[in-house]
């Protein structure tokens, strides 16, 4: 028999391209954060992809509300698209956090 398990902590990474909406994306960060305070053995990260947003991220706060949640931002040069954006966030997600 083995002995107690001490408590796992779960990696996950959150994908989200974005296209100029940066305020709905702060609220959708804020609400992701007010629920991962209910997960303490969840550590999580999100990555918005700007996919080519003509203004940059003009409207983005960059807050989390509780502060318990990396936001990362991958800005593209050109709009690709939001299916070309994920999948550029998902090869930038194996080459950086594996």
């Known amino acids: ?11 996950v990474v959150v994908l989200m391209p974005v296209y100029e909406d940066w305020e709905c994306a702060s609220m959708v960060c ?14 999580t990260r999100v990555l918005l992809v700007d996919d080519g947003s ?8 960059g807050t989390t509300g509780a502060g318990q949640l990396q936001v990362d931002v991958l800005r593209l040069r050109t709009n690709l ?16 956090y594996t």
């Open 30 to 43: 804020c609400a992701l954060s007010e629920e991962l305070r209910k997960l303490p053995s969840v550590v």
């Open 1 to 11: 028999m083995s002995g107690p398990v001490s408590p796992a902590f779960y990696h």
């Open 54 to 61: 003509p203004g940059g991220i003009s409207g983005w706060s």
């Open 81 to 96: 698209g939001h299916q070309r954006a994920i999948s550029v966030g998902i090869c930038y997600i194996i080459y950086l």
